[in-house]
């Protein structure tokens, strides 16, 4: 009974780190649409974030769990998580995923047939479905990363209440929680936020409604209470699996910047000004410095 008590507050604790992802996608409801400058700036921002947290929070949080020593199983999971974007770009390269996306752009077509654009048309609607699977594919590419990615996460959650129930924690409902949990699940939480940001741009860019951005970013984080619970229930062997785990997270978010966010940044910010650099630069500022308190409260 206890235990089961126990796996619930875990599984809570993953649920609310869940929930701060839908967070991230919340000021798309004040805003109907960016500027380029400001695409350019949220890229930037959501770089600057994920950069830090992956090298100061993650890669931080491996070394100190693998004590001493040259931290094997940390660059592993590095490399795993390079090789799990690697491997999901050249993937998803070879699906089609035209079909999602037809529907919106089928009308396109029509639009550009009604303005009597004749000949041109299907090079319109081919290039207008060109871009609509480019869009669809960073998306499935982010999102599904993002979604792998968070499971370790949720295992450092779950890990985090090894010593619930014992003296010295805070109680909280009834609970004695530890205060390591606390952190864990707040810093989490925080570190969710602008992940969550990061899936609704993609999105917005595709028109999706706002709600649907909301679900996709709580989506990816969902293998965080599951993550969490499965850790807690077996908690020595997750310590042992955390080193790689944190890497591996580290590993797929610092990748899939470099290979999706700036690029698309760099994109997005050709026609601008210096092509977008002041807005890109001062959007990585401004992520890096935003999570400065977070990381050494
Ligand atoms: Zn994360």
């Known amino acids: 009974m206890e235990l089961i008590e126990n796996l619930v507050l875990v599984f809570v604790a993953g649920l609310v780190t869940a929930l701060a992802t839908g967070i991230g996608a919340l000021p798309f409801f004040f805003v109907d649409e960016f500027s380029d400058r400001w695409n350019v ?11 830090t947290v992956s090298l100061f929070g993650l890669v931080d949080e491996g070394l100190a769990y693998a004590s001493g020593g040259f931290p094997t199983l940390m660059v592993g999971g590095l490399l795993a998580g390079v090789a799990l974007v690697t491997v999901s770009d050249r993937v998803l390269d070879g699906v089609d995923l035209g079909d999602v996306g037809h529907h919106d752009h089928d009308h396109d077509a029509t639009d550009v047939q009604t303005d009597g654009a004749g000949h041109d048309h299907d ?19 982010i ?37 390591l949990a606390v ?21 917005q860019a595709m028109g999706l409604s706002n709600w649907r951005m909301v679900g996709a970013a709580v989506f990816s984080s969902l293998p965080q ?25 580290a590993g797929a978010m610092v990748y899939l910047v470099a290979t999706e966010f700036i690029p698309e940044a760099l994109e997005t910010g050709a026609d601008l000004p210096n092509r977008g650099y002041p807005q890109l630069l001062a959007g990585l500022a401004a992520g890096v410095i935003s999570m400065i308190p977070v990381l050494y409260v």
């Open 41 to 51: 700036g949220l890229w930037g921002i959501a770089s600057g974030i994920m950069v």
């Open 123 to 141: 090079e319109v609607a081919l290039e207008a479905k060109a871009f609509a699977e480019g869009d669809l594919k960073k998306l499935v590419l």
């Open 143 to 179: 999102l599904g990363i993002l979604t792998v990615h968070s499971f370790p996460e949720g295992v450092a959650v779950g890990v985090s209440f090894a010593e619930l129930g014992l003296d010295g924690g805070l109680s909280i409902l009834g609970f004695s929680v530890p205060l």
């Open 183 to 203: 952190f864990m699940t707040i810093a989490i939480s925080i570190h969710n936020v602008p992940e969550g940001t990061a899936i609704a741009i993609p999105m």
């Open 225 to 249: 209470p599951i993550g969490a619970v499965i850790a807690f229930a077996f908690v020595s062997w997750a310590e042992a699996f955390l080193p790689f785990g944190f890497g591996f997270a």
